[in-house]
């Protein structure tokens, strides 16, 4: 059960508290954890964004994007207090770079480099080879509360196509993929380009259908932002590329009301199957 206290709008949840010389506490919250009671990788990557762009503003910078975020999950993260640490690798007029880590009780827990940038809703596409992937109306959708174990869930409404959902109940398939949309259900607020960083990890893991465990841990997450979304809901699509040696590799791609790209994803996993891989 979530406790009162604990803070359902991202923007709280994710927020950081300058401490000086690049320093930033943080406070990781109950309401956007997953299996096994971690904090999702994409909630994380929210974090150190946060401190990215505080930390590189006072050095000068202007941009308010994280348009890049790579994070290599070198332990497990709690809930509860962390500590960041900012390293502006540069201040430029297109791109800023920061490094960041992040601690809980002095042991280093997470590693980013992070890439800001400015975004514009008026952006001119001039060339687009991502399709929007074919997902049943969301009527037709099935609406996915994570359990008991995923509270993510309350704070994304997350509906899944008929056609990658019945692994829920026991369904196993030949295909690692999973389409559905994504609404931020943390209190009012719409996607923008930093909340996109938690939708890029916030579809269930593709190797559900081809009955893996629950135990998919993030090892390297990589996302990208590449437009600012417009509308309620993401049409999402996440998919396994390859399995081998107890590793996935997975895909995801995100589009606005647009039917527009405005977000990707790509990371590295351990999973488990029954009986091995």
């Known amino acids: 059960m979530i406790d009162d206290d604990q803070p359902r709008a991202l923007r709280e949840a994710a927020a950081v508290e300058p401490q000086g010389d690049g320093c930033f506490d943080a406070n990781l919250s109950l309401f956007y954890t997953v299996i096994g009671g971690h904090p999702n ?25 994280a348009t890049a975020v790579s994070t290599n999950f070198v332990g497990a993260t709690n809930v509860g207090p962390a500590q960041l640490t900012t390293e502006v690798r540069r201040v430029g007029r ?21 890439t ?31 359990g008991d174990e995923v509270n993510l869930m309350n704070a994304i ?9 019945d692994w829920a109940t026991g369904a196993r398939s030949q295909v690692g993929e999973m389409t559905g949309w994504l609404r931020l259900d943390d209190g009012g607020a719409l996607w923008d380009p930093w909340s996109l960083l938690l ?37 999402a699509r996440q998919w396994c590329v390859v399995i081998a040696d107890g590793l996935v590799d997975e895909r995801c791609e995100l589009f606005d009301e647009r039917n527009q790209l405005v977000a990707s994803a790509s990371q590295l996993a351990m999973v488990r199957f029954p009986g091995g891989v």
């Open 157 to 165: 409404d997350l509906r899944l196509d008929p056609s990658c959902a």
């Open 94 to 114: 297109g791109v800023s770079f920061v490094h960041v880590t992040l601690r809980q009780e002095g042991v280093l827990a997470v590693e980013s480099l992070v």
């Open 41 to 65: 990788g994409g909630y994380i990557q929210t974090v150190v964004a946060n401190a990215a762009v505080a930390a590189a503003s006072q050095e000068g910078s202007s941009h308010l994007h």
């Open 116 to 146: 800001l940038g400015s975004l514009h809703v008026d952006s001119l596409v001039r060339y687009a080879d991502a399709a929007p992937p074919p997902v049943a109306p969301l009527i037709s959708c099935r609406r996915s509360t994570g």
């Open 199 to 235: 939708a890029s990890d916030a579809m269930p893991p593709a190797t559900f259908p081809l009955a893996s465990s629950g135990w998919v841990p993030t090892l390297q997450l990589t996302s990208y932002v590449r437009q600012v979304p417009v509308g309620e809901w993401l049409r």
